[in-house]
């Protein structure tokens, strides 16, 4: 979610990436990797601390150690083993290879003087290295690549472990003079480290960090990282709502919003609204009120007075001359609401309309006929409302109960019944799409 920068790495094209042929950019495609950025998103699996040279005496069974050592004798087992032993500080070393026998059978000869990288595993009263790393020691130390802390990357699909680390470290070697993301002012103010720096940590610590050496997702560079994302998202989170508010659409309603006419709203209801309910009925008043059409969450407990708040809406929106409809997921949920609103409704004036697709042809048609009329009136029923056969040219209003149990077409198609039309979706389960109607900044809640 990070808007890196367009420059080199990130704007290079992973198949001018040296190693990648059409088989393993096909086998990264399918993994989820199809840029240069995404490359660069993941992050090593751990950290190897080579940083210094460590001592045989001291060295603990399961720790990591780097020493220097020079080749005694090689024996090869065929199909089973190549175990080399080394002299290193006065002790004998058995370096043990059960793979790449033939490889290693090639590099490994006596008399070699090598750096050894491995986990120390004591057998037979020395120690001994399971599949080391093995290479010839530079001439200075400080400028040697093995040494220092080094990035352990996982395949990725057909790209191996060890071409996946070659090509992350020669991007990485690109990613410190990419220009910074941030303005540099900014950051200095903050204390902060452009994400850039960050990415380029995460790959290639600094030698000189400090203790033991975190997991790379445990790392502070990457745990900024994350808040940067986090930082981004709300930025276009933020701006979504703003264009999305800024879209005048229609012409403002007039609904009531000060507490008496918002009582009088719940009036024919047989019993007064809670502060809950009148604050939130407020609130989607002046959703109604404003130049673009609504999109709200209703959230809450079972029983906690919802579908009370949407009858004060319904109610609204009648008075201002527009139909209303009711969504519902079942036929026995919807009848529910039908009994429910009839009781109401129908003292103050307004027809209840009741559409399944249960009902016969002569009573569907004689309710699409009373909606193409476009009296305000409110119909229930169940997903047959968003029927393309169902016209509501008059619509003002869609509250949809239990919207999770809903697809986001059916959605769409009442809303697209009518010009401007205002949604209200009901829920007292918030499972992930709705979490997820929330996140992407379309959806307000209540």
Known sequence: ???????PPFSTPLSALPGLGKMRLKSLEAKGVATTEDFLSLPPSSYQDRREFGEIASAQDGSELVIEGRITSVKIVPNRYLLANAASQGKNVGLWWFRAIEYFSETIKVGVTVNIYGVVKFH??????????????????????????????????S????????IAGDLGKILISCPPLLPSQWLDKHSLKDPVELLAVVHNPPSDAKGT??????????????LYELMFWRLIIT????????????ECADYPLNDAEVDRLFEPLPFKPSDEQRRVAIEILKDLNGPAPMNRLLQGEVGCGKTA??????????????????????????????AFFESIACREGYEVFYLTNNQSAKEKNAVLKALAAGTPSLTVGTHSLASPSVAIPNLGLAVIDEQQRFGVKQRLALRLKSPNVNLLTMSATPIPKTFAGILYGDLDIS
Not at 160 to 166: N, V
Not at 239 to 250: A, D, L, V, Y
């Open 309 to 338: 708040v949407a009858a004060a809406t319904i109610g609204a929106t009648l008075k201002n001359g527009r139909q209303a409809v009711l969504m519902a997921p079942t036929g026995i949920l919807a009848s529910q609401h039908r």
């Open 239 to 250: 701006q979504t709502r703003q264009e999305i508010k800024s879209r005048k659409s229609k």
């Open 1 to 7: 979610m990070i808007p890196w920068p367009q420059k």
């Open 124 to 157: 037979d009263g020395r120690i001994n290295f399971h599949h080391p790393e093995i290479w010839t020691p530079a001439d200075d130390p400080k400028s040697d690549p093995n040494l220092g802390i080094v990035s352990v990357y996982r395949p990725i699909g």
């Open 213 to 226: 050496l975190p997991k790379p997702k445990g790392s502070r560079a990457w745990l900024r990282m994350c």
């Open 159 to 166: 790209l191996t472990a060890g071409l996946r680390k070659r």
